[in-house]
């Protein structure tokens, strides 16, 4: 087997089968035959291990026996995700000293991503103290092209979506969410493409909803929906942000609008491919279909 069709099959499984992938990548290491491997190989075993299984040392120490991989060379740059995704898990798992020895740039990465992990775990308090040291030490400044802006994106979308679940949500953790959800779209314009800037967008306006700010989730719904226009977004993209600007027109009152929106999210999801449809149910839900 490849590394990309290694990588591949394990992206489409991990959410389901954790535990067979995380197995499965420990099995794997000879796949790792280029420098360039490392970094992905790295994030696939930290997500899987840290969000999905909370297995921080077992991560770790599988990151640890990939600097023996003869790909790599003793501080070679391709070691460096190594160094941040090890830091990562470490911190995660409760080891206050993991970022003593990095740079500030790579303790925001470490931080950022261990926000992500212990936000899939449920420890949402952790998670909002690692996330608002990341966004702190960030101020500072980060060189374009950082590994850190994208850390901070996938962070910021990841945590505000596990706070946007919690039905006892505090006025902390609220506070929290909105914060998290404006740094996944501030850092995914950076980073990211214009699909991930709009579920970003889409991110964002569904967790002022929560807040109980239907006036600002109007208008980054609508941002979301210009994205989609902007891009000849895919009936699937197109159906999200119709739906959530509906959605978010009904919140702050205004029937009229939220009755076109919703015939336009109908009109989209007409489009949209069969086997994609059940992501729809809870729009649809929403929307009264």
């Given at each position: 087997m490849s590394?990309?069709?290694?990588?591949?099959?394990?992206?489409?499984?991990?959410?389901d089968h954790p535990q067979d992938v995380a197995d499965r990548?420990?099995?794997?290491?000879?796949?790792?035959r280029a420098a360039e491997h490392v970094a992905p190989f790295a994030h696939l075993s930290t997500h899987v291990h840290g969000e999905h299984l909370g297995q921080w040392q077992r991560g770790i120490d599988l990151l640890v026996a990939m600097r023996d991989l003869p790909v790599l060379e003793a501080g070679a740059a391709s070691t460096a995700p190594l160094t941040r995704n090890i830091a990562s898990l470490r911190y995660a798992g409760g080891d206050t000293t993991a970022l003593e020895q990095l740079s500030a740039e790579d303790r925001v990465c470490a931080l950022a991503t261990a926000a992500s992990a212990l936000a899939g775990r449920d420890d949402v308090g952790r998670a909002i103290d690692a996330f608002s040291a990341a966004l702190e030490l960030e101020r500072a400044g980060l060189p374009a092209g950082s590994p850190g802006i994208r850390a901070l994106a996938v962070g910021g979308n990841n945590l505000a979506a596990s706070l946007e679940g919690r039905r006892d949500r505090s006025a902390v953790e609220t506070r929290a969410m909105v914060a998290a959800a404006q740094a996944g779209v501030r850092y995914w314009t950076q980073a990211g493409t214009w699909l991930e800037v709009e579920r970003a967008e889409y991110r964002l306006a569904r967790s002022l909803l929560q807040a109980g700010e239907p006036c600002n989730a109007v208008d980054r719904a609508t941002r979301c929906a210009?994205?989609?226009?902007?891009?000849?977004?895919?009936?699937?993209?197109?159906?999200?942000?119709?739906?959530?600007?509906?959605?978010?027109?009904?919140?702050?009152?205004?029937?009229?609008l939220f009755e076109a929106h919703r015939q336009k999210a109908k009109s989209h999801f007409d489009q949209v491919a069969a086997p994609e449809r059940a992501r729809c149910a809870s729009e649809l839900a929403e929307l009264g279909e």
């Open positions: 590394f990309e069709a290694f990588l591949d099959a394990a992206w489409a499984e991990h959410a990548i420990a099995s794997s290491l000879h796949l790792v210009a994205v989609c226009e902007m891009h000849a977004a895919p009936a699937l993209e197109q159906f999200f942000a119709q739906a959530i600007v509906a959605i978010a027109h009904r919140a702050a009152g205004d029937a009229t």
